[in-house]
């Protein structure tokens, strides 16, 4: 009877101890999966900061205040040889042999970041490159594709003139002017993404896909039309933001030519409303008509038109960083565009 006693006290025991073994590891797997869920939760508010991008580099000026946004995927530089990643990795363009073009050093206006300058002068039909490799590269059109995009909406009578508004869903986003219904002018001038996902909506793809072909707008490639999942939210995402559609800087000074130009596909009343929500500075006697592009201070774009009395320039100057530490964006590129009219005659 004793040696029942006491082997049923050395079962309880070991089941006591068994138990309590079991409950530790229990407790320690419930610490293990709230470190895990945790870090997930800190990776996946890293991920939506970081990625809640797709804005234009912009200057928005409120009472004063300048908000500066910016956006996307990136693309790196290094010695002045393009090296991108798989998203963005395209074919460089082939230069038609008739043009005429000659190689111009403007190291001086890019205060040693890395980019390309390309600018057609229409009274003699000439093609002024400034890294010619970069230049003929094609990567995403970013904000840039918002000057299309708006002649599109004109064209289709989507928007009738620079008063037009978009109704405002009530989503809160990240730039306070978008916040609102918002008008053509504003629209472009603060690069707001979801009014030109309504006008691109409205105009429709068959209608887009014609338009792109008959400007010869990079590789025409809007396969990814609700855009790459660049954004949080379908209204601010897109074909033109790191996803299919890709082009050249030297394409976009063709485009604009095509696009602004004395045989436009669209009408000069148009091309005027164009001008007018586009004009960003005089200098020099010129005025600048332009858009600005921007990825996450690493890329950075400026392409328009300048015009002074008989002279008209087309431009487009496309940056990339070569570093963690340097910047690229659209208003650092408006500005070497800047320099470049200020000593032009």
């Known amino acids: 009877m004793t040696e029942e006693c006491h082997s049923l006290r050395f079962i309880e025991i070991g089941a006591y101890e068994r138990?309590?073994?079991?409950?530790?590891?229990?407790?320690y797997a419930l610490v293990l999966v709230g470190i895990i869920l945790m870090i997930l939760i800190l990776i996946g508010s890293f991920i939506y900061t970081t990625r809640y991008v797709g804005t234009d580099s912009i200057d928005v000026h409120n009472g004063g205040?300048?908000?500066?946004?910016?956006?996307?995927?990136?693309?790196?530089?290094?010695?002045?040889?393009?090296?991108?990643?798989?998203?963005?990795?395209?074919?460089?363009?082939?230069i038609e042999p008739e043009m005429s073009i000659v190689q111009v050093d403007l190291s001086h206006i890019f205060d040693e970041v890395n980019g390309c300058f390309v600018l057609y002068n229409k009274e003699t039909t000439e093609y002024s490159i400034y890294n010619q490799t970069l230049a003929e590269t094609r990567v995403s059109p970013y904000s840039?594709?918002?000057?299309?995009?708006?002649?599109?909406?004109?064209?289709?009578?989507?928007?009738?003139?620079?008063?037009?508004?978009?109704?405002?869903?009530?989503?809160?986003?990240?730039?306070?002017?978008?916040?609102?219904?918002?008008?053509?002018?504003?629209a472009f001038q603060t690069s707001c993404i979801w009014y030109f996902r309504q006008?691109?909506?409205?105009?429709?793809?068959?209608?887009?896909?014609?338009e792109l072909n008959?400007?010869?707008?990079?590789?025409?490639?809007?396969?990814?039309?609700?855009?790459?999942?660049?954004?949080?939210?379908?209204?601010?995402?897109?074909?033109?933001?790191?996803?299919?559609?890709?082009?050249?800087?030297?394409?976009?000074?063709?485009?604009?030519?095509?696009?602004?130009?004395?045989?436009?596909?669209?009408?000069?009343?148009?091309?005027?409303?164009?001008?007018?929500?586009?004009?960003?500075?005089?200098?020099?006697?010129?005025s600048i008509y332009g858009k600005t592009g921007t990825n996450q201070n690493k890329e950075g774009w400026y392409v328009g038109v300048a015009e002074k009395e008989q002279h008209t320039y087309y431009f487009a100057v496309y940056i990339i960083s070569d570093d963690a530490t340097q910047l690229a964006t659209g208003n650092m590129a408006r500005e070497i565009v800047k320099k470049k009219f200020a000593n032009e005659n």
Not at 19 to 27: A, C, G, I, N, V
Not at 69 to 90: G, H, P, Q, R, Y
Not at 156 to 185: A, C, F, H, R
């Open 19 to 27: 138990e309590e073994s079991m409950t530790k590891w229990k407790r």
């Open 65 to 94: 205040a300048m908000a500066n946004k910016s956006n996307f995927d990136i693309i790196e530089n290094v010695d002045n040889k393009v090296t991108m990643n798989n998203t963005n990795k395209e074919e460089q363009i082939t």
């Open 144 to 186: 840039t594709f918002k000057l299309v995009a708006t002649l599109m909406g004109l064209r289709n009578s989507v928007v009738v003139d620079e008063n037009s508004t978009m109704d405002y869903n009530g989503t809160i986003y990240p730039v306070d002017s978008w916040n609102q219904n918002v008008n053509l002018k504003d």
């Open 199 to 210: 006008i691109i909506d409205a105009v429709g793809q068959q209608e887009v896909q014609s």
């Open 214 to 286: 008959k400007l010869s707008y990079g590789n025409c490639d809007i396969s990814e039309w609700s855009g790459s999942g660049l954004n949080p939210g379908e209204e601010l995402n897109g074909f033109w933001l790191a996803s299919s559609l890709k082009i050249s800087p030297l394409e976009q000074v063709q485009v604009l030519q095509k696009a602004l130009g004395e045989e436009s596909i669209y009408s000069e009343h148009e091309v005027d409303i164009m001008k007018g929500v586009m004009l960003h500075d005089e200098v020099n006697g010129y």
